[in-house]
């Protein structure tokens, strides 16, 4: 077997992708529960008004993600993640 230059863990010549969740997973530190809700942000110092960064929450950290944001003036919306599509726009 044979390793590439970097000393990487897959064989050379591996077409597998790079291991990670199968699933969208909770943005708060440490949580690897599966996410249920889009919580939509921005930073109105660095972003322009129509731009949405996002982070994921599962139930339990919903409302501290949301809190968290909100104390800081960065909160827009949370949506659940079944009705968002992947750029993050809620369909209609």
């Not at 064989?11 to 996410?35: I, N, W």
């Amino acid at each position: 077997m044979e390793f590439d230059l970097l000393g990487s863990l897959s064989p050379r010549g591996s077409e597998a992708p790079p291991a990670g969740p199968d699933t969208l997973q909770c943005s708060r530190k440490g949580c690897r529960a599966d996410a249920a809700w889009r919580i939509r942000w921005n930073n109105p110092r660095i972003h322009t008004p129509e731009r949405r960064k996002t982070w994921l929450a599962c139930a339990d950290h919903r409302e501290d993600l949301e809190q968290f944001l909100g104390a800081r003036g960065f909160w827009k919306d949370t949506v659940p993640l079944a009705a968002a599509d992947p750029a993050g726009e809620q369909q209609e």
